[in-house]
């Protein structure tokens, strides 16, 4: 009993949980940087697609995975669901955007630029639902 109030009152791991998640995301992105890679230069028939979509892609999963980890760590910190569910969904217009830049095409430094912006938003509108 001691340590439940003791969590709902001083302990926050929500930084913990969105460095986890941000680790979760790059590993992702890493990941499926190397398999285009190796798909591109392997010699196996492939229908070409622009570098820029190809990396966007791998934004996108990498976004995706962040935001699904994100909700995972939170439900498993002792969230109930829908209160874990509405600290990830600020983070969902970052998958969108990279989604419709793989779709069409955005420049990298302008999904950068407006990520940047966005994430501080986004990160105190997480700590909110708190």
Known sequence: MKKAKRYRHGDDFTPMAVTIATICGAAALYCSEIIYGNIKDSDAPMRQLPDW??????????????VTSLFLLEKLGGRSRSRALRSAVPWLPVVGLTGLATAIHIPISLVILIVAFYSPWAYLRMRAIR
Do not use: D, E, W
């Open 53 to 66: 979509r190809a990396h966007m892609a791998s934004a996108c999963i990498g976004a995706l995975v962040f």
